[in-house]
Antibody
Framework: QVQLVESGGGVVQPGRSLRLSCAASGFTFSTYAMYWVRQAPGKGLEWVAIISYGESNKYYADSVKGRFTISRDNSKNTLYLQMISLRAEDTAVYYC?????????????WGKGTTVTVSS | QSVLTQPPSVSGAPGQRVTISCTGSSSNIGAGYDVHWYQQLPGTAPKLLIYDNNNRPSGVPDRFSGSKSGTSASLAITGLQAEDEADYYCQSYDSSLSGSVFGGGTKLTVL
C-alpha cells in the first residue's frame, strides 16, 4: 500500500543541524512532487517546503528559507529535509506528504510524522 | 496569525449538521485557487478530506461536503457522528507567498 515513513527526528540544541528522511513505498516516487509540513505542539499545520518530482523546482516558507533544504533521491525513494541553524520555534512534528500532481497544491498522502525538539 | 481564517471551535449534537468556514483573500482563495480540507483525529496525522473545493477522495463518506465562493470556503458535515470529533484544516495556495497556506484549524466537538 502507499506509505510514507519519516525518520531522523530527535532533540537538538539551538543552532545545530538535523536531517530528516521520508521513505516512500507503494507508488512510483519519482513521478510525484513532495512536501514537508510541520505542526508545532498544540498548534496548526504549517507548510515548510515542496520539491518537484525531478528536483528542478524547490520552494520554501519564509520562516525556513535559507536554513532548510529539501532534496530527494529517486533511486532510493527517499525525501530529505536538511535543517541548519535550528531555533526553538522549529520544534514540531514534521510530516512528509505527497502531491498528486505538481501544481495541484494539495497533499493526498501523509506520513505519521517525526518529532523535532530544539532545546538546550 | 494564519493566512486563512477558521473559527477555533464548533460543536454539534449527533445527527446534526455543522459547517466550518475558511476565509482568505485576493491572493489565495479569491484569486481562484482551490481549497482543500484535512481531518486530523487526535494523535494522528492529517488526512485529506476534500480536494479541489468539493471533491471527496475514495473512502470519505458523502456526509462531508465542501463549497467555495469568492474569498471563502466552507466544509459541511451532516449526520454528525462521535468519530467526527477532530481538528479540521482548510488549505489553499497563495500567490503572494508562493506557497501553500493553511487555516488555523477548527476543533469539532460532538456533544
Amino acid at each position: 500500500q502507499v506509505q510514507l515513513v519519516e525518520s531522523g527526528g530527535g532533540v537538538v540544541q539551538p543552532g545545530r543541524s538535523l536531517r530528516l528522511s521520508c521513505a516512500a513505498s507503494g507508488f512510483t516516487f519519482s513521478t510525484y512532487a513532495m512536501y514537508w509540513v510541520r505542526q508545532a505542539p498544540g498548534k496548526g499545520l504549517e507548510w515548510v517546503a515542496i520539491i518537484s518530482y525531478g528536483e528542478s523546482n524547490k520552494y520554501y516558507a519564509d520562516s525556513v528559507k535559507g536554513r532548510f533544504t529539501i532534496s530527494r533521491d529517486n533511486s532510493k525513494n527517499t525525501l530529505y529535509l536538511q535543517m541548519i541553524s535550528l531555533r526553538a520555534e522549529d520544534t514540531a512534528v514534521y510530516y512528509c506528504a505527497r502531491e498528486p500532481q505538481f501544481g495541484y497544491y494539495y497533499m493526498d498522502v501523509w506520513g505519521k510524522g517525526t518529532t523535532v525538539t530544539v532545546s538546550s | 496569525q494564519s493566512v486563512l481564517t477558521q473559527p477555533p471551535s464548533v460543536s454539534g449534537a449527533p445527527g446534526q449538521r455543522v459547517t466550518i468556514s475558511c476565509t482568505g483573500s485576493s491572493s489565495n482563495i479569491g484569486a481562484g485557487y482551490d481549497v482543500h480540507w484535512y481531518q486530523q483525529l487526535p494523535g494522528t496525522a492529517p488526512k485529506l478530506l476534500i480536494y479541489d473545493n468539493n471533491n471527496r477522495p475514495s473512502g470519505v463518506p458523502d456526509r462531508f461536503s465542501g463549497s467555495k465562493s469568492g474569498t471563502s470556503a466552507s466544509l459541511a458535515i451532516t449526520g454528525l457522528q462521535a468519530e467526527d470529533e477532530a481538528d479540521y484544516y482548510c488549505q489553499s495556495y497563495d500567490s503572494s507567498l508562493s506557497g501553500s497556506v493553511f487555516g488555523g484549524g477548527t476543533k469539532l466537538t460532538v456533544l
